[in-house]
């Protein structure tokens, strides 16, 4: 039997925020073949440092492994959005301080999700519904955290679901931070298409340190 464990924040935790319908790791079971399991470890509100403690709970007959961390993070800059600058040089700087201390953690987490050596995606963190005011300041600046998820998985080999292509729908979204039982559908489908990549469809490459690593994404 298969056992896929979910680890991070409410993205995956989203129980509170769907009004009753199925969370994402329901869904992920709905989908998934009736030989495999699906178990919650994440836990709303956690950042990227509480990872390494949800790990402690990590059954030891895990197969698989999926993380969707760094919002809550990312979250915690919010205040250089309103800091004045002299010029967008300026503005660049300060977020490239926010960005070196989202690296350190976001490397540190992954590196010890990867060291447990089980077959291992991590999710970009999505924007914000495109209706919500400030929607272009919000996906602009998340740019910067979500270049250290994508270089920290592509340099160790690591898959990669990008959530801003999987919830590209208003409705994908109970609020401007949590996925709605919509989204939460397209997600867990994106999880089982890394779990269970259909023969045929086509998928996208990254070549890093020299060798190809596939990476099953929201363009599956």
């Not at 993205?11 to 989908?31: C, L």
């Not at 030989?35 to 895990?62: F, I, N």
């Not at 961390?69 to 915690?76: H, I, K, P, S, T």
Request: proline share 6%.
């Amino acid at each position: 039997m298969a056992h896929v464990v979910l680890l991070g924040d409410s993205i995956f935790d989203n129980g509170r925020y769907v009004d009753g319908g199925p969370d994402v790791v329901e869904q992920v079971r709905a989908v998934l073949p009736e030989d495999w399991r699906a178990t919650l470890l994440a836990v709303d509100g956690d950042v990227t440092s509480g990872v390494p403690r949800q790990l402690r709970s990590l059954s030891p007959d895990a197969t698989h492994l999926v993380v969707s961390v760094g919002g809550n993070d990312a979250l915690g800059y919010q205040h250089l959005l309103q800091r004045p600058v002299r010029g967008v040089a300026d503005a660049l700087l300060a977020f490239s301080g926010a960005q070196d201390d989202f690296a350190r953690d976001y490397e540190a987490m992954i590196d010890a999700v990867a060291s447990v050596g089980l077959p291992l995606a991590v999710c970009t963190i999505y924007d914000t519904p495109s209706s919500e005011p400030g929607h272009a300041v919000i996906r602009t600046a998340l740019a910067f955290f979500n270049d250290c998820i994508t270089r920290s998985a592509f340099a160790r080999g690591v898959s990669v679901v990008d959530l801003r292509l999987v919830c590209d729908d208003d409705g994908d979204y109970a609020n401007p931070i949590e996925p709605s039982v919509q989204g939460g559908g397209k997600i867990a489908a994106a999880i089982s298409a890394f779990l269970l990549p259909a023969p045929g469809v086509r998928r996208s490459a990254v070549i890093a340190r020299g060798g190809p690593a596939t990476r099953q994404g929201a363009a599956m």
